[in-house]
């Protein structure tokens, strides 16, 4: 079975602070995905990766970096957390010219 | 921008009913489309995938697509009450995954 992992299901922040999200997977899945999800708004994409040290911005990256330095692990960090950034964020990861995505299990970031 | 629509619900059926979700999508060109499944406080998960024109059946689940009239649906069998969840419609937009926010499908027993 593919295994996504998140490090946080929870974490509570204060506004300023910089946030690290990390995600691994255990399936050697080329591509991997950052994505928040918010009542009535569904899953927005906000940073993917199809190799190592590469990334490409998604629908709303603005606030956001990542860093994709093995190719298990792909991490999604907060320059500088803001209320706005509070969201449930889930990383998924798919096999190259695979288009079925799996999921972790989430991680909810309330910012304060 | 890429759209994939869906009715927010709830849905309500009773056990044992045929449960039809609906999605649409914006962009002709798509060619895969995916139903996910996601409990409250959990993560999604895939139910189901369909590729060509025309019905694909795994146990209780059909997925149905209609290129033409840009539209695919879920029809859940004998919906169960473990079956209450929100469902999320994804199309793949050339390699972006894009969801639609998802319809709450309630079962009563």
């Known amino acids: 079975d593919v295994k996504v992992t998140q490090s946080s299901r929870y974490l509570v922040k204060r506004t300023g602070e910089k946030v690290f999200l990390e995600c691994v997977q255990d399936m050697d899945h080329e591509n991997m995905f950052w994505y928040r999800q918010d009542p009535g708004l569904g899953l927005r994409l906000i940073y993917f990766s199809y190799d190592v040290k590469m990334k490409e911005k998604g629908d709303i990256p603005e606030g956001y970096s990542v860093s994709r330095e093995k190719k298990e692990r792909f991490s999604l960090i907060l320059e500088s957390a803001s209320t706005n950034q509070t969201s449930m964020y889930l990383c998924?990861?798919?096999?190259?010219?695979?288009?079925?995505?799996?999921f972790g299990a989430g991680t909810r970031l309330s910012v304060l | 921008q890429k759209e994939v629509e869906q009715n927010s619900g709830p849905l309500s059926v009773p056990e044992g009913a045929i449960a039809s979700l609906n999605c649409t999508y914006s962009?002709?060109?798509?060619?895969?489309f995916f139903w996910y499944r996601q409990y409250s406080g959990k993560s999604p998960e895939l139910i189901m995938f369909i590729y060509s024109n025309g019905d694909k059946e795994d146990g209780r689940f059909t997925a149905q697509l209609n290129k033409a009239s840009q539209y695919v649906s879920l029809l859940i069998r004998d919906s169960q009450p473990s079956d209450s969840a929100t469902y999320l419609c994804?199309?793949?937009?050339?390699?972006?995954?894009?969801f639609g926010a998802g319809t709450i499908l309630r079962v009563k027993s």
């Open positions: 998924a990861s798919s096999p190259t010219g695979g288009n079925i995505q799996y």
């Open positions: 994804a199309v793949m937009y050339g390699n972006k995954l894009v």
């Open positions: 962009d002709r060109g798509s060619q895969s």
